[in-house]
Protein backbone atom coordinates (compact mmCIF):
# COMPACT_ATOMS: atom_id res chain seq x y z
CA UNK A 1 0.00 0.00 0.00
CA UNK A 2 1.46 3.60 -1.32
CA UNK A 3 1.61 6.14 1.64
CA UNK A 4 0.40 9.38 0.40
CA UNK A 5 -0.36 12.42 2.24
CA UNK A 6 -3.85 14.00 1.22
CA UNK A 7 -3.25 17.47 -0.20
CA UNK A 8 -4.86 19.60 2.34
CA UNK A 9 -2.61 18.00 5.11
CA UNK A 10 0.25 18.25 2.96
CA UNK A 11 -0.28 21.96 2.28
CA UNK A 12 -0.93 23.07 5.91
CA UNK A 13 2.27 21.12 7.10
CA UNK A 14 4.48 22.91 4.21
CA UNK A 15 3.17 26.36 5.85
CA UNK A 16 6.14 28.30 7.98
CA UNK A 17 5.87 28.09 11.76
CA UNK A 18 4.90 31.76 12.63
CA UNK A 19 4.52 31.98 16.50
CA UNK A 20 5.72 29.99 19.54
CA UNK A 21 4.38 28.97 22.87
CA UNK A 22 7.50 29.53 25.62
CA UNK A 23 6.73 27.84 28.95
CA UNK A 24 9.51 28.98 31.55
CA UNK A 25 9.72 27.22 35.10
CA UNK A 26 11.02 28.46 37.99
CA UNK A 27 14.99 26.09 37.33
CA UNK A 28 14.83 28.10 34.52
CA UNK A 29 14.37 25.68 31.53
CA UNK A 30 11.95 26.49 29.08
CA UNK A 31 9.67 24.47 26.38
CA UNK A 32 8.93 25.79 23.43
CA UNK A 33 5.57 25.04 21.13
CA UNK A 34 6.05 26.74 18.01
CA UNK A 35 2.45 27.10 15.73
CA UNK A 36 1.64 28.08 12.42
CA UNK A 37 -0.37 30.89 13.25
CA UNK A 38 -1.06 33.41 16.42
CA UNK A 39 -4.64 31.74 16.63
CA UNK A 40 -2.99 28.33 17.30
CA UNK A 41 -0.77 29.95 19.62
CA UNK A 42 -3.16 31.91 21.47
CA UNK A 43 -5.34 28.39 21.78
CA UNK A 44 -1.90 26.26 22.84
CA UNK A 45 -1.55 29.04 25.55
CA UNK A 46 -4.69 29.03 27.08
CA UNK A 47 -4.14 25.51 28.45
CA UNK A 48 -0.02 26.20 29.36
CA UNK A 49 -1.23 28.94 31.19
CA UNK A 50 -3.71 26.85 33.30
CA UNK A 51 -0.22 25.53 34.83
CA UNK A 52 1.37 28.83 36.21
CA UNK A 53 1.85 28.65 39.75
CA UNK A 54 1.21 24.43 39.69
CA UNK A 55 3.94 21.92 40.57
CA UNK A 56 4.11 19.81 37.83
CA UNK A 57 6.04 16.91 37.03
CA UNK A 58 8.86 17.73 34.05
CA UNK A 59 8.93 15.60 31.22
CA UNK A 60 12.42 15.53 30.59
CA UNK A 61 13.68 15.02 33.83
CA UNK A 62 10.95 13.46 35.91
CA UNK A 63 11.82 16.22 38.68
CA UNK A 64 8.95 18.61 40.26
CA UNK A 65 9.31 21.72 38.89
CA UNK A 66 7.09 24.97 38.99
CA UNK A 67 5.51 27.39 36.37
CA UNK A 68 6.35 30.39 36.53
CA UNK A 69 5.04 32.28 32.84
CA UNK A 70 3.67 31.48 29.75
CA UNK A 71 4.59 34.02 26.84
CA UNK A 72 3.44 34.01 22.85
CA UNK A 73 6.56 35.37 20.60
CA UNK A 74 7.06 36.01 17.23
CA UNK A 75 9.17 33.88 14.85
Known amino acids: M ?3 THPLIAAALAMPKTHAVVT ?3 DGAERRHETRNLASANTHAVGERRKIGKDLI ?3 TGETVRVV ?3 IIEI
Open 69 to 71: SVD
Open 2 to 4: ANT
Open 24 to 26: RFA
Open 58 to 60: SRE
